[in-house]
């Protein structure tokens, strides 16, 4: 079996995002599995699907901070991408790569990132629906969709975390207990940094996720690029969808 890896760099949140939707909506044609590694530049808030960007993120804050913002085509929860690898996985549904159910999926592409983690020397396990912890901590979330045929499963692996910064942007519901919040999280919140007892950068980590990915499904994982298709679609994605404030502020 063989996976395309693409490293797209540091990318502003639209750009990052409609990459991600033209892999997918060009997956059925390209007919190989894609895994793709990127970084946030600035950094960045992502929403769900089905979230209030008003409701969710003080925008004003990331506008003084310089902070993009983006609605995802995943569901889940807000997200601050600041110093992270965010990961990728596109592949066609009838390729039997991946199972029909989506919590056996999940297990399976996060399994992968379970071994990468080994890698880095971390003890890691997956728990569901989608997150990955170590020492009984978060270190990594993904979010899955499937559309016409084709499934997209992108997620965070955490190498370093500002849980104060984090919650500088991102709303809560009631702001006399945010100090009792941010405390809360630094309890069940990680990064690959903390539990490594040392500074780790973004290539190691990438390389580790590799293997991980490579080992789980016995897969030769060679790089490659983006199609002119893909880069076009990708534009066209961008300008129309994720850099528009119709999207953005859909609810």
């Not at 059925?28 to 089905?50: C, E, Q």
Request: glycine content about 6%.
């Amino acid at each position: 079996m063989k996976f395309r890896l693409l490293e797209t760099g540091e990318n502003p949140a639209a750009k990052n995002m409609a990459i991600d939707e033209a892999i997918m909506r060009e997956c059925p044609h390209f007919g190989m599995p894609t895994l793709r590694f990127f970084a946030w530049k600035p950094a960045a808030v992502s929403i769900g699907y089905f979230q209030s960007l008003e409701q969710e993120v003080d925008l004003a804050k990331c506008k003084q901070l310089g902070i993009d913002i983006v609605r995802r085509i995943t569901g889940g929860g807000a997200v601050f991408h600041d110093a992270e690898l965010t990961y990728s996985f596109t592949c066609t549904e009838d390729s039997a790569i991946v199972p029909k159910n989506i919590l056996e999926s999940y297990a399976l592409i996060c399994n992968s990132l379970v071994l990468g983690f080994g890698e880095l020397g971390l003890n890691a396990s997956f728990v569901p629906l989608n997150d990955i912890v170590v020492n009984g901590k978060k270190i990594s979330g993904s979010a899955q969709t499937r559309r016409n045929g084709v499934v997209l499963q992108h997620g965070t692996v955490l190498i370093r975390v500002d849980v104060e910064k984090m919650f500088s942007v991102l709303k809560v519901p009631d702001e006399k207990l945010k100090d009792k919040m941010i405390e809360n999280v630094k309890q069940r919140v990680t990064s690959v940094e903390q539990e490594a007892g040392r500074e780790v950068y973004f290539r190691e980590v990438a390389d580790a996720v590799r293997k991980g990915f490579a080992e789980n499904f016995k897969a030769e994982i060679e790089k490659g690029s983006l199609a002119l298709e893909e880069k076009a679609l990708a534009e066209k994605i961008e300008k129309e969808r994720f850099a528009s404030s119709s999207w953005n502020y859909l609810r």
